[in-house]
């Protein structure tokens, strides 16, 4: 399992990995700029060189992802915010990019109630020019993908439903630079149920039938503060939520999904992901694996003898 958080990056960028080592991740994901402005963080290319030789040669962080600014809206319909989004997003890319990360998660925006067959054409417009603006990866360094992330659906929001997701990616004729995260706790908000297995099975072939699992990169993994269908982000600690550790547990224990990097969220004690939540993460996982777990040879014998016992008992009178 890899289970990581999202940490502070900082302006030198690379401890940013230290501090993921602290909480015992083993992936991190940073934004690239404050969250909630504008002005970009300029990185000088010593900066992300560092971070690249740092991340390649981590004993213990496997992966970096980067979360692009809160601010875009790429559904927006005014023409200047749609440009500074826009600029924002490409930016924002060009520095993942330079940081050998491992995708660029991304909120797409909201249309306002335009609704989302008006919006689909210039959202697919804003991810072609991002994706072709931004500066290239370094030599020898895999291409950033764009990660489009599932939103709770507030608010006229773009990505609430994997159908929306899959006309995003069709619109830009299927572009291998464009992959998919998963938010547990937005994929609750917005009314899916993961909480067995046989829903989660239901879930991961609609993700592979109409995205394909090989987009899906990563999962940020949070409880919810809402119920499920209650249309909010609003994150709560593993195990602490509407959710709860047994509904998380068949969604992360899933064989295609196990695997991946899984994202903390959760406002630990205030400021973020702790040790503990990682651990709680953990034992998750480690209990969604064993519902998929067939029995043994040996598990079934006692079982079998069982049986034949009673088959050879006398009725009883």
Known sequence: MNIGAHVRGGGQ?????????????????????????????????EVLANYREAQASH??????????????????????????SVECL??????????????LVL???????AGFEEVVGQVARAFERALENADAAPE????????????????????????????LIDACGGD??????????????????????AATRRLVKEINDRVGLERLRCLHLNDSKVERGANRDRHANIGEGTIGAKGL?????????RDLPLLLEVPGGGAGPRIQDVKAARRVVTAGVKLYAKPTAAAKKPATAAKKAAAKSPPKQ
């Open 13 to 45: 960028l690379v401890p940013s990995l230290e501090a993921g080592v602290e909480i015992g991740a083993t992936c991190v994901q940073v934004f690239t700029q404050s969250p909630r402005a504008w002005k970009p963080s300029q990185y000088a290319p």
């Open 59 to 84: 004993p213990t962080i496997t992966d970096t992802f980067c979360h692009a600014t809160y601010l875009i809206n790429l559904a927006t319909g005014d023409p200047e915010l749609y440009e500074k």
């Open 90 to 103: 490409t930016y924002n890319l060009s520095v993942a990019r330079g940081m050998a990360a491992s995708g």
């Open 107 to 113: 909120h797409v925006g909201s249309h306002k109630g």
């Open 140 to 167: 020898g360094v895999a291409d950033c993908p764009i990660l489009i992330e599932n939103a709770a659906g507030a608010g006229g929001t773009v990505g609430r439903s994997l159908e929306e997701i899959e006309a």
């Open 176 to 197: 291998e630079r464009l992959g998919l995260c998963i938010d547990t706790q937005h994929l609750w908000a917005s009314g899916v149920d993961y909480s067995s297995v």
């Open 249 to 257: 547990a068949p969604l992360v224990g899933h064989p295609k999904l």
